[in-house]
């Protein structure tokens, strides 16, 4: 079933009465998304593409059994609807929401490591098992089904990647975006450890960028823990030092962290091959797969 | 948001963490007057937002009114690590028996707060970790718990602090963490938090930078972004909600994604010379694009620009037109390149081939580059 997301998963919509929500929802639909419910406060009764909307997340879970839920929800909601979710026993989250407050991002995800939850995000495009289901904005005619995993904190870049691979004759299992903030919800560790014990995945794609250290330490659990073939794409080699390059979580630091060399280094260390540019990922891949 | 040292220290005395007696100057004449105010000997200090100001010249020590009136003026007039003096502050010069680093910042990573206390201040932290390792203690916080002033005692002593330090330090790493939490802080540091000779404890800087993501629950601290950013292109940038940085190159850039900028800046860095990135963010309009192209082709000796763009959230058929439309009106001829994929492309792609704008087929962003490249061939 590819990770975390399948045709079958019960799908709720957290702020579906809104202008993003709605459009996505329609997108979501019509890839074929198992869509049950939707979720905004005081529009409880109201239909969207013919889908229920309820008051509370509780409500949606009783009712229609929704399991997973991705957040079209305003950044100052964010905090509430994510316990309220949490509580209700959900346990697949993604947020797509941009711009939420550090703090509450930390004190989501304290709260959701004493749950048995995945919360992805936030600013993430979400994520996609290719040929079943999507939950987020990524553009559906971007990915081809194939057995090639995803990873990646730039959600555009996501969709470069996939499409690209696709050209070279490589379809994708899932795509997951991690979010392009400081802090997220889910390093890209947590995500590697699912793709290896997937059996339709056959090799994992990192797609990084400047800042944090989400790439080196991808590169020791890479190094204690992955048996599937890594390759790696690192953005920003001319990203000048102390800018944030639109990403919150893109800057380097005066320190010299976060550089595309240090994650260079790191990855490479442990073999994984890494791209200097986007095509270049297809021809690291050829070292491992055939093409379809 | 980065905030001035004033400005800084102006939160931390609502924590009441104390520092020295200051004031605000915009001239000569009235740094004077605040000297005078606050008594001989004082210390000027440039107010630019970068670190490194005793070294780059931005801080003097003044003895007399006259010594005052002449830093004051040659402050003033500077720029500091290329950033411009506008205020100086004018504070009482403390002599310090001991300094002290303190500071609270996030770990991004394990996204928690994570406090940092040395015994060794007044050099950056990079430095005092290298030569004075032994002296660094850090600690990760729980964001639900907090600093507990016992956890903060333990610190002081794990540094090696002793009687009165470690319990005046301690409250003050407290207090600074209340700082940190209240105002929604990506880093609050005071470097260094002196001990005078009179036994009292005083910030003699602050470093601190608010979570931009916050700022609509900060309205009441009246931060004004606008005054932060140097780069009139950068500033203007913001102000139509788009991250603009400026290059020192010749080919412009429009992405609807950082990821995607970044990379497109790295391609074209391979042959050519970018002259900014720019991201539009997830809420691309056909006015948002029309303002973005006009950003995007002030600077002077644009060669080219290129547009990579995807619809995924965004509308990027509403974009389109909002670029054609200021091409037409401002008779662009340059080489314009567009890579314009994912949800409405066909719709795109056909407003910006009838408005004279080259479409990239191929779904690669290099072989896009490649085509302005020799389009800029032919011009030539």
Redesign the interface.
């Known amino acids: 079933m590819s990770i975390l997301l399948n045709k079958d998963t019960k799908v709720l919509v957290q702020g579906i009465t809104g202008r ?1 929500g709605r459009v ?1 929802t329609r ?1 979501m639909l019509d890839y074929g998304t198992n869509i049950v419910a939707g979720v905004t406060p005081g529009k409880g009764g109201e239909e969207v593409e013919g889908i229920p909307v309820y008051d509370t997340v509780a409500e949606a879970v009783a009712r229609q059994g929704a399991e997973a839920s991705v957040f079209f929800v305003p ?2 909601a964010v905090k509430e609807a994510a316990r309220q979710t949490i509580d209700a026993g959900i346990r697949l989250i993604i947020v ?1 929401t ?6 509450d ?3 989501i ?3 959701a490591s004493g749950h048995e939850v995945h919360i992805i995000g936030p600013t993430s ?1 979400g994520i996609i098992t290719v040929g079943e289901a999507k939950m987020g ?3 559906a ?2 990915f081809t089904p194939g057995r090639i995993g995803v990873i ?6 996501s ?2 990647i996939s ?2 691979l696709a ?1 070279g004759g490589f379809g994708q299992s899932t795509v997951v975006g991690v979010g ?1 903030d ?4 889910t ?1 890209i560790p947590a995500l590697l450890k699912l793709f290896e014990k997937d059996p339709d995945t056959d090799l994992i794609v990192i ?1 990084g ?2 800042g ?3 790439e080196e ?1 991808a590169a020791e659990f890479i190094d204690r823990w992955i048996t599937k073939p890594v390759v790696a794409y690192i ?6 030092e102390e ?8 800057i380097i630091q ?2 010299g962290k976060g550089t595309p060399q240090s994650k260079t280094a790191a990855l490479t260390e442990v073999g994984v091959d890494v791209a ?4 270049q990922v297809v021809d690291l891949v050829l070292k491992h797969l055939k093409p379809a | 948001m980065r905030l001035y040292e004033f400005e800084g220290l102006e939160l931390l005395r609502r924590e009441a963490i104390p520092s020295p007696e200051s004031a605000l100057a915009t001239s000569p004449e009235e740094a004077v007057e605040k000297a005078q105010d606050i008594g001989l000997p004082v210390v000027l200090k440039a107010q630019v937002l970068t ?1 490194g100001r005793w070294l780059a010249g931005g801080v003097e020590i003044a003895e007399s009114l006259d010594d005052v009136r002449e830093a004051s003026h040659r402050i003033l007039g500077s720029s500091v690590r290329g950033l411009p003096v506008h205020r100086i502050l004018v504070a009482q010069s403390v002599k310090a028996v001991r300094e002290f680093y303190l500071g609270i910042t ?1 770990d ?2 394990h ?3 994570l406090v940092i206390l040395s015994a060794e201040g007044g050099v950056s932290i ?1 430095n005092i970790a290298r030569e004075h390792a032994e002296t660094v203690v850090s600690r990760p916080v ?3 718990k907090g600093l507990e002033l016992s956890e903060a005692k333990q610190m002081c002593r794990q540094a090696g602090l002793k009687g009165k330090d470690a319990t005046e330090v301690a409250g003050v790493l407290s207090s600074l963490y209340r700082v940190f ?1 209240n105002y ?1 802080a ?1 880093i609050a540091e005071i470097n260094p938090l002196a001990r005078t000779k009179e036994g009292t404890y005083l910030a003699l800087d602050a470093k601190v930078e608010i ?4 700022l ?2 900060h309205t009441d601290l009246n931060l004004s972004m606008q005054d932060r950013i140097a780069n009139p292109l950068e500033r203007k940038g913001r102000e139509i909600g788009v ?1 603009y ?1 400026e ?1 020192d190159g010749d080919i412009a850039i429009i ?9 497109t ?3 074209i ?2 042959t050519m010379r ?1 002259a900014n ?1 720019l ?1 539009t ?2 809420a691309i309009t056909e006015d948002l694009l029309y303002k973005v192209t006009d950003l995007v082709l002030q600077k002077k000796g644009i060669r080219g620009l290129f547009i990579n763009v ?4 965004n509308p990027i058929h509403e974009g389109a037109k909002g670029i054609v439309r200021y091409m037409q009106e401002h008779n662009v001829t340059i080489p314009v390149v567009a890579k314009a ?3 409405h ?1 066909e719709e795109t792609w056909e407003i910006f081939r009838q408005n004279g704008v080259h479409v990239v087929t191929d ?5 896009g580059i490649e085509q302005l490249a020799s389009l800029l061939e032919e011009v030539r």
């Open positions: 993003a996505q997108w950044p100052p797509v941009e711009h939420i407050p550090v703090h991002v930390m004190e995800r304290e709260y495009p904005i990524m553009p005619n971007m990646s904190r730039s959600g555009t870049l969709y470069e499409i690209n050209n392009a400081p802090v997220v919800f390093n797609v960028e400047v944090g250290v989400q330490k953005t920003g080699l001319n990203a000048p800018k944030r390059m639109g990403h919150a979580g893109a005066g320190d200097r540019y986007p095509a | 670190g996030i991004d990573y996204g928690t707060p990079n729980s964001i639900s939490r929604d990506l979570d931009d993501s916050s609509y629950r991250t940085l290059l992405a609807s994604g950082a990821g995607l900028g970044m990379a800046m790295d391609i860095s391979q970018p990135f991201e963010g997830g995807y619809g995924g959230i994929l994912g949800n492309q779904v690669s962003t290099e072989k």
